[in-house]
C-alpha cells in the first residue's frame, strides 16, 4: 500500500477541534510563493495549485517511468498547505485578502533531495507544457507549534484562531512569528467535493 502521511502520522494531520502543543519535525517540500486574494478566479494562489500538483505527481508516477529515483516508496500525495502572512502584521485579517502573502505547498517524502526535484520540474515542463520556473524545494523547521482542528468555512477561521491564541497565553506562550515562522493551513478536505460547512482545516501558529 502507498504510504500515507495523514494515516502514518496522525499528530501532524488530525488535530483535535482543542487546541494542542506540537513539536513538528523537519521536513521537505515543493513550494510557489505568491500574494494577492486567493478567491479570485485567475489568482496566483490558484495557479500555485496546478504547478504544485503537476510537479508533486511526475515523482509519484515516476515509478511507471523508466527514471530511477534512489530510495523511491509510493506515497499518497499529501495534502495541500499553505503558509499565509501580511505586511506588518502578527496575525491575519481576513476582511483584507488583497494583502495576502503565501506560501503554497506540498509536503514530499525524504527521498526528494533537489536532484529529484530538478528532474521532476524539468519533466513536469516538458510533458505539461507549462512554465514551473517559480516551483521551489524548500526545507522548513518550524519547531513548537500550538494546532488546531478547523470544520467549517475559511470564512470562519477567526473563531477558531482566537481560540488557538487563547490557548497560547493560557499556556504562558506566546506567537512566534518570523520570515520563516507563519501562520500555518493543511487542507484535509477538497472544496469541490465538499460541502463548505463540512471541511476540515488543520491551523497551526508558531509559539515560544
Not at 499553505?82 to 509536503?107: E, L, P
Not at 521532476?120 to 494546532?147: H, I, M, P, Y
Not at 512566534?176 to 493543511?186: K, L
Amino acid at each position: 500500500m502507498p504510504y500515507d502521511f495523514k494515516k502514518e502520522q496522525r499528530s501532524l494531520y488530525h488535530p483535535g477541534k482543542r487546541p494542542a502543543l506540537i513539536d513538528v519535525p523537519t521536513m521537505n517540500y515543493i513550494a510557489v510563493r505568491g500574494q494577492g486574494d486567493p478567491n479570485q478566479p485567475d489568482s496566483e494562489y490558484k495557479r500555485s495549485i496546478q504547478d504544485l500538483y503537476s510537479v508533486a505527481y511526475t515523482i509519484k508516477m515516476s515509478k511507471k517511468g523508466s527514471h530511477h529515483i534512489p530510495g523511491y516508496f509510493d506515497f499518497v500525495v499529501p495534502p495541500l498547505e499553505g503558509f499565509w502572512w501580511q505586511d506588518g502584521d502578527q496575525g491575519i485579517d481576513f476582511t483584507r485578502k488583497d494583502r495576502f502573502h503565501f506560501v503554497s505547498c506540498i509536503r514530499m517524502p525524504d527521498f526528494v533531495d533537489r536532484a529529484t526535484f530538478n528532474w521532476a520540474v524539468q519533466t513536469a515542463s516538458t510533458k505539461k507544457q507549462l512554465d514551473l520556473t517559480n516551483v521551489e524545494f524548500l526545507t522548513l523547521d518550524e519547531g513548537r507549534c500550538a494546532q488546531i482542528m478547523h470544520v467549517g468555512t475559511y470564512d470562519e477561521e477567526p473563531a477558531t484562531i482566537a481560540k488557538l491564541t487563547d490557548f497560547v497565553t493560557q499556556n504562558d506562550l506566546q506567537p512566534d512569528y518570523s520570515a520563516t515562522r507563519r501562520h500555518h493551513e493543511i487542507y484535509l478536505s477538497d472544496p469541490r467535493r465538499t460541502k463548505p460547512e463540512n471541511c476540515k482545516t488543520v491551523i497551526r501558529i508558531p509559539v515560544r
